[in-house]
């Protein structure tokens, strides 16, 4: 009952929105639904805390440690996106870049857009996680266009073709998948769900599945924004509303990771080697290093912490295909870190652009004077992400690095060098917005703070002292992926 609540409550919010999505109350709409849906993410990992893992609907859903996991934090920080976006977009209509209909369609796909997602995590069947995905892709393609102008149009049509063709690969390795897994369970849908894959992925056809691995990681490997499948994923940024940056960076990203990841846990038994972990740690060093790198030609600050998403993805994708308890723990911690600090990032990123109207770094300044929590916020993000401690960033890179060192300490100089330029690269540019006095065509602003702040105390909570059913979450997550 709680799983169709979860999931009710987005959709049923998504039709309502599309008929009230303008009207006075609809941001209060869209914030109630999505609390809604986190309190009820907060009863189903209750259930997996103390009873473990379920099937539910017929076998159509499974929850576990790993996923129910994701399902809160898409939930939490889908609410807490809600509560920034009602005075940065309320400000946008009142400046005219979105009109009546454009808040409709806005407010009523965020909601679709949370729906699918929730989908993504939830669901048993691999063939419907494909289809969450690709309606995940095309609500986000919609509202990165919201603005529609020529470079907002291009933009989405750039993510449409690039994820398009990716999510077809990823098809294309689920069609693969199934023709292995039909051979041992015979034909009909028993054969697409992951508790049966699970169970016989040492029965499974080696060469099929080596192959299969190969679509699915370019097929989510393009969602997650993998280098060299990642050109969507700036433009998508700059041009969209702030908010959809957020829930972009801070939870899109990790549902096409946690679909890779699942996949190579099938791949692993079937093959019983270290192909598939391999292929993954490629990837996650090529993105660490191109990203990085990027990150000093930038002057759109959402591009910048476009590639800072990219970066931090790709190190969540090496930990991940690195293995082994201590790495693979890193990066489920990684993800839950790099979310809040991100979405946090992109909130203060959306109040600064608002208040100097542009998203020009030369030309944003003196953000501490001109709105101290503003300049702070951002301020604090930065260190965070950049893997200064006490905050957990510095956490989840610190066990992955120790992972890296002790299990492939050829990739290490890597690695630093990576998370050493991203380091640079990020003060670097951050310092003088945030720093010197107020220009004369920065703007007073109502900012939603409470987000930010709530972000980023739970950052540095988790960075000084992990809970104690936080840690039995991810040991048990860690058990399921190993």
């Known amino acids: 009952m709680t799983i169709f609540t979860l999931l009710g409550v987005s959709f049923i919010g998504a039709l309502v929105l599309a008929f009230v999505g303008d009207r006075k109350f609809a941001p209060e709409i869209n914030i109630v639904c999505s609390f809604a849906s986190f309190v009820a993410s907060i009863v189903l990992a209750l259930q997996v805390y103390q ?72 669901t048993n069947n691999v063939g419907v996680l494909w289809i969450a995905m690709e309606l995940a892709t095309l609500a986000t393609v919609l509202l990165v266009s919201l603005y529609k102008t ?198 203060t990123v959306g109040h600064a652009s608002q208040m100097h109207d542009t998203q020009e770094m030369s030309k944003i300044r003196g953000l501490i004077r001109g709105n101290p929590l503003v300049g702070w916020g951002l301020m604090l993000g930065v260190m965070s992400i950049v893997g200064m401690p006490p905050f957990g960033v510095f956490t989840s890179e610190f066990l992955i690095l120790t992972a890296t060192m002790k299990d492939a300490p050829l990739m290490t100089p890597f690695l630093l060098l990576g998370l050493g330029v991203a380091f640079a690269a990020l003060l670097r540019r951050v310092q003088p917005m945030v720093s010197g006095h107020i220009p004369s065509w920065q703007h007073p602003l109502k900012a939603s703070h409470v987000p930010v702040i709530l972000h980023m105390v739970l950052v540095l909570v988790i960075g000084l002292y992990m809970p104690n059913f936080l840690s039995r979450w991810f040991h048990m997550a860690v058990e399921l992926l190993k």
């Open 51 to 122: 009873d473990g893992p379920f099937v539910a609907g017929g076998k159509f859903f499974f929850i576990d440690a790993f996923s129910v996991y994701l399902v809160v934090l898409t939930s939490f920080v889908s609410m807490t996106t809600t509560i920034f976006s009602k005075p940065y977009m309320r400000r946008e209509r009142d400046h005219g870049r979105v009109g009546h209909w454009g808040m409709r369609f806005y407010h009523a796909m965020f909601q679709l857009f949370i729906f699918a997602m929730l989908l993504c995590l939830l």
């Open 150 to 347: 020529p470079t907002a149009i291009e933009a989405a049509w750039k993510y449409f073709i690039l994820c398009g063709v990716g999510i077809a690969q990823a098809l294309f390795g689920t069609v693969l998948l199934y023709f292995a897994a039909e051979k041992v369970l015979g034909e009909g849908g028993d054969a697409l769900l992951w508790t049966n894959l699970s169970q016989i992925s040492g029965q499974l056809e080696p060469t099929v599945l080596k192959l299969a691995f190969v679509f699915l990681m370019v097929g989510y490997g393009t969602k997650v924004g993998l280098v060299p499948l990642h050109n969507w994923l700036p433009d998508a940024h700059a041009e969209g509303p702030t908010p959809i940056s957020a829930v972009l960076s801070g939870l899109l990203l990790n549902i096409a990771l946690y679909a890779l990841v699942r996949c190579k846990v099938l791949v692993d038994g079937s093959l019983g080697t270290h192909l598939a972990g391999n292929i993954m740690m490629g990837f996650g060093l090529l993105s660490i290093l191109v990203a990085s790198f990027s990150m000093l030609r930038q002057k759109d600050i959402k591009r910048m912490f476009s590639y800072s998403s990219i970066e931090h993805m790709g190190i969540a994708t090496f930990a991940f295909g690195l293995g082994g308890p201590i790495a693979t723990f890193g990066a489920l911690l990684h993800m839950l870190v790099h979310s809040l600090t991100k979405s946090s990032i992109f909130f």
